[in-house]
C-alpha cells in the first residue's frame, strides 16, 4: 500500500551490517532513543559487536537493557540473542562525568581538584546548554578510540533543535579558542599595567562591563577557570574538530528521526538539509509512530454509516464501537500517508522508512524486535492481522 | 470558577512531543477572553508562536497576533542577543558598547556559552513585561504566558537567578537576580505541565514537579494534551484488550448494517479494537498516576486535523470551560 518505492528499496539490514557509526538524530519526543536501541539490538543478533550511547532512555526501557547503574561505561546486555556472534553493550551519558574525565585525565591532580571545585566549571560543566552535545561526541570519539566494537550507535541529545547536536560542540571549541579567552588571560598571565596596555578600546570596555557585572570576584574566578582550562586543552577547537572529522568519515550513517507530525518533520528537513550541505552520509529517515489499518478496504464513510445504522436501530452497541474505532484508525492512517508522501515527494533522493504506531510504550527486548523487525521489514511485518 | 486568580505569570512546560506551544497559546487565548491584555512569550527561538498563528517569523518586538472576546494577545519572541543589549542599557546606560562588544564575541560568549547567561536574559525579560508600570513606558499586560523550555530542564530554567545570587554577591545583577526570584516563587506565578497520557511523558511530569517543588517554584496545573475519546462500552474494555470480543456479535452487527462481515474483516476490526482498548487502559493508569500529584487536572482533546488557528480556539474553549481562564 505504499506508494514510494524508497521505502520498499532501504535495506536497513545491509546498513546495519556494513556501518561502523550509526547517529539517530530529530527533535524531542520522536522515538529517538528507541529507534536507535532497536537498530543497535537488531545488528547485535544479526552478529555485530555493538555498542549503543543513550542520552536519555525511558526509566523502564533503561532498566530492561540494564542502564540503571549510571557509571558512565558501557555495560552488557542481558538476553540478547548472541547465536550469530554478536553482542550488545550500552551506555547513558553521564555529561558532567564525563567532562570531570577529561579533567581529571589531562590535569596535574592539584589543579584538577582547582577545576573542579570552580564554580563556573559546576556551571559549565553541569548545565550549559551545549556540553551535553559536546560530551556525546566526546564520548563517541573514546568509545571509538577504544576499539572494542563493529558499530556504535548513538543517540543524541534532546535538543532544542536538532542541528544543536552538529553546532555546540564547535561553538563550544571556538569559544574555548577564541578571542575571549586569550583576553579573559591577560589578567592572569601578565597581571596590572602590563596588561592594561594590551587591552584594545573594545576589550577594556568590556572587562568593565564584566567587573560592573558580576564583581571582582567573579571575574577573578573566571579568569582562573579559563586559565586552568587553557593549560589542560591546548587546542580545544582542534579537539572538537577531530571529533566532527569523525562523523565525516566512511562507515558513519545519520538516521534521522521523524513522526508524521508538522513540527517533527519540519526539524527532519532541516537536518537532511544540513547533512548535505556538510557531505555527511545521511542513510534514511525513519518516520515512527504511522498509524496503519488492517482493513483499508472498509472506507471511513462506509464505516461511520454502519455505526449510525446500528445507533438508530439501537441494537449491536459493540459492533458500532468497533466500527468507529476503525474509522478513526483508517482516517489517522489516511493522514499519517499523506503526510509521508509530501515528505518523500519533496526529497526524492532519501529513503523513508516507517514504523507503526506501537499499542503501548516499548519498554523490553521484545519490543525493540519487534521495532528493529519493522525498521527492516517495512511495516507490515508487525501489523496486527495477517 | 477560576482556578489561579492571583495568577500574573504563567509559565508553561512540558516534553517535547507534548504540543507544549500550543497548549501555551491556548492558555492566552484562554486568558485574553475576559477581556484582558496578553503576553505571550517564546523562549527558545523557534518561531513556534508564528508558525501557529500563520504570521512571519516574530521580531525582538511585541506584535498583536489575536483578538479574543475583548482582550488581545500579542507575542514576543525573546531574542538572548537584544535582550542583553537591553539589559546593559538599562542597567548600566552601555547600548553603544554593544557593537564592541560584538566585534569581541562577548555577545556571543553572553549569550551562548557564559553559564546560564541566556536563561538569565529570557527569566529578566519575562519579569520584566511581567511587572511593567504606567509610567515605565511599553505596554500593560493583564498576563503574561511563557512557553518556557520543556520538563527536563525547566526547574533549572527558573532556578537561573538563584545560581547568579550565588556567583555575584552583590550589585545591580545581584539585586536584579533576586527580583526575579521573588516573582517567580511568588503567589503570582504558575508554572503549567504539559503531559500525554503515556508512560514517559507522566514520568517527567512526576520528576518535574518534584524538581520544582524542591525548588520552591509553584507548581500549577497539570494539562492533559491530545486525549481522545474513548469509543469502545466501558464494560468491554478488558475483553476487548485480551482479544476477547464475541467475533459472532461483531459479525452479526456488521451484516445488519449492510456490510459484507468476512472472517478476516471480523478478525481486523477485533484487532483494531483490542489496540485501542489497550490504549484506553495504559492512558487510565497514567491518569491515575497524574491524579496521585494533587494538582488541578485539566484535560484537551486530540485534534483531528492538528494544531490550526481554530483549533486553538478549540482548545483556549476548554480551557475556559475547566477553569484556566
Request: aromatic share 4%; charged share 25%.
Amino acid at each position: 500500500m505504499t506508494s514510494y518505492d524508497a521505502t520498499s528499496a532501504y535495506d536497513v539490514d545491509a546498513l546495519l551490517d556494513q556501518a561502523r557509526i550509526l547517529v539517530c538524530c530529530g527533535s524531542g519526543g520522536v522515538g529517538k532513543t528507541t529507534t536507535a536501541a532497536a537498530l543497535a539490538l537488531r545488528a547485535a543478533e544479526r552478529g555485530r559487536k555493538v555498542c549503543v550511547l543513550t542520552i536519555d532512555p525511558a526509566r523502564r526501557l533503561a532498566q530492561s537493557m540494564g542502564l540503571s547503574e549510571l557509571d558512565n561505561t558501557p555495560r552488557a546486555v542481558n538476553d540478547v540473542d548472541t547465536a550469530a556472534g554478536g553482542s550488545l553493550d550500552a551506555m547513558m551519558l553521564d555529561m558532567k562525568r564525563t567532562f570531570d574525565e577529561i579533567v581529571l585525565t589531562h590535569a596535574e591532580p592539584g589543579r584538577a581538584q582547582q577545576i573542579l571545585a570552580n564554580p563556573f566549571y559546576v556551571s559549565l560543566s553541569s548545565s550549559f546548554a551545549g556540553t551535553q552535545e559536546y560530551m556525546a561526541m566526546e564520548k563517541l570519539g573514546q568509545l571509538k578510540r577504544e576499539g572494542r566494537w563493529d558499530l556504535i550507535v548513538v543517540d543524541t541529545p534532546p535538543s532544542r533543535s536538532a542541528l544543536d547536536f552538529l553546532d555546540a560542540p564547535q561553538r563550544l571549541g571556538r569559544f574555548l579558542d577564541g578571542r575571549m579567552i586569550r583576553l579573559l588571560l591577560a589578567p592572569a598571565k601578565a597581571g596590572g599595567r602590563a596588561y592594561m596596555k594590551v587591552l584594545s578600546v573594545g576589550m577594556s570596555v568590556f572587562t568593565n562591563v564584566l567587573t560592573k557585572v558580576l564583581g571582582a570576584q567573579a571575574l577573578k574566578d573566571l579568569s582562573l577557570f579559563v586559565a586552568s582550562l587553557e593549560t589542560m586543552f591546548g587546542g580545544f577547537r582542534e579537539r572538537a574538530e577531530k571529533t566532527y572529522q569523525l562523523l565525516k568519515e566512511p562507515g558513519t550513517s545519520f538516521v534521522v528521526v521523524a513522526t508524521p507530525e508538522r513540527d517533527a518533520l519540519r526539524e527532519a528537513t532541516y537536518f537532511v538539509e544540513r547533512l548535505s550541505e556538510e557531505q555527511m552520509p545521511l542513510a534514511a529517515v525513519v518516520l515512527n509512530r504511522v498509524h496503519r489499518s488492517a482493513a483499508p478496504e472498509l472506507s471511513v464513510q462506509r464505516s461511520l454509516a454502519g455505526a449510525e445504522t446500528l445507533d438508530e436501530a439501537g441494537d449491536a452497541p459493540l459492533a458500532a464501537a468497533v466500527l468507529r474505532v476503525h474509522a478513526d484508525r483508517l482516517a489517522a492512517a489516511a493522514r499519517d500517508e499523506r503526510t509521508a508522501a509530501r515528505f518523500a515527494g519533496a526529497h526524492r533522493a532519501v529513503p523513508l522508512v516507517q514504523v507503526a504506531a506501537q499499542a503501548g510504550d516499548v519498554h523490553d527486548l521484545e519490543g525493540l524486535r519487534t521495532i528493529g523487525e519493522e525498521l527492516a521489514n517495512g511495516p507490515e511485518a508487525s501489523a496486527p492481522v495477517a | 470558577m477560576t482556578l489561579f486568580p492571583g495568577v500574573k505569570l504563567h509559565v508553561v512546560t512540558g516534553k517535547g512531543g507534548t504540543g507544549k506551544t500550543t497548549v501555551a497559546a491556548a492558555l492566552a487565548l484562554s486568558l485574553a477572553q475576559a477581556g484582558r491584555q496578553v503576553l505571550l512569550t517564546e523562549a527558545e527561538g523557534r518561531q513556534g508562536i508564528a508558525q501557529l498563528f500563520d504570521t512571519p517569523p516574530l521580531p525582538y518586538e511585541e506584535r498583536r497576533v489575536a483578538a479574543a472576546g475583548g482582550g488581545e494577545v500579542y507575542a514576543l519572541a525573546i531574542d538572548p542577543e537584544a535582550a542583553l543589549i537591553e539589559y546593559l542599557e538599562k542597567f548600566y546606560n552601555l547600548r553603544r558598547a554593544g557593537s564592541a562588544l560584538k566585534r569581541i564575541g562577548a555577545i556571543d560568549f553572553a549569550t551562548t556559552i557564559a553559564p546560564g547567561l541566556r536563561d538569565v536574559l529570557l527569566t529578566g525579560k519575562v519579569m520584566e513585561a511581567a511587572t511593567r508600570e504606567r509610567r515605565g513606558g511599553g505596554r500593560l499586560y493583564d498576563a503574561v504566558v511563557l512557553d518556557a523550555p520543556p520538563t527536563g530542564r525547566i526547574a533549572r530554567f527558573l532556578n537561573v537567578n538563584a545560581e547568579v545570587a550565588g556567583l555575584a554577591r552583590m550589585g545591580p545583577i545581584r539585586q536584579q537576580a533576586d527580583s526575579v526570584m521573588n516573582l517567580l516563587r511568588s503567589r503570582q506565578t504558575a508554572v503549567h505541565l504539559v503531559t500525554l497520557l503515556e508512560e514517559m511523558p507522566v514520568q517527567e511530569t512526576v520528576d518535574g514537579v518534584a524538581e520544582l517543588e524542591a525548588a520552591g517554584l509553584p507548581v500549577g496545573a497539570v494539562l492533559v494534551n491530545m486525549v481522545r475519546a474513548p469509543m469502545l462500552p466501558a464494560d468491554q474494555l478488558d475483553a476487548a484488550a485480551a482479544g476477547r470480543l464475541d467475533g459472532a456479535e461483531i459479525a452479526a452487527g456488521l451484516k445488519r448494517s449492510g456490510i459484507d462481515a468476512t472472517d478476516r474483516l471480523v478478525a481486523a476490526l477485533a484487532a483494531e479494537a483490542a489496540e485501542h482498548a489497550g490504549r484506553v487502559l495504559l492512558e487510565a493508569r497514567e491518569r491515575e498516576v497524574l491524579s496521585a500529584l494533587g494538582r488541578p487536572r485539566l484535560e484537551l482533546p486530540l485534534l483531528p486535523d492538528g494544531a490550526d488557528l481554530s483549533g486553538l480556539y478549540d482548545l483556549a474553549a476548554r480551557l475556559t470551560e475547566q477553569g484556566l481562564s
